[in-house]
């Protein structure tokens, strides 16, 4: 099944991804990173490795795997 992994350290806490996601498999963590956000966080699911999250994302940071 597709999945993804989120750089959660380098993540800007946007959120783009978790809205663009079409399947709803991506949430906010809940603590802080490095930069003093909550991370997105991929929070498993029926991912269909659609890409729409690394796509969308400023940092370029989401990896697909299929
Ligand atoms: S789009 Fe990228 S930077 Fe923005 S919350 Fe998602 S992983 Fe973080
Ligand atoms: S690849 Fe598509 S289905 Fe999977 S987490 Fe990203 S946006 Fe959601």
Not at 5 to 20: A, E, H, M, Q, T
Not at 26 to 53: D, E, H, R
């Amino acid at each position: 099944m597709p999945k993804i992994k989120i750089d959660k350290v380098r993540c800007k806490g946007c959120y783009l991804c978790i809205v663009n996601c079409p399947n709803g498999l991506i949430k906010i963590a809940n603590g802080l990173n490095i930069k003093g956000v909550k991370p997105a966080v991929f929070s498993g699911g029926k991912c269909t490795g659609c890409t729409m999250c690394a796509v969308i994302c400023p940092e370029c940071i989401i990896e697909v795997y299929r």
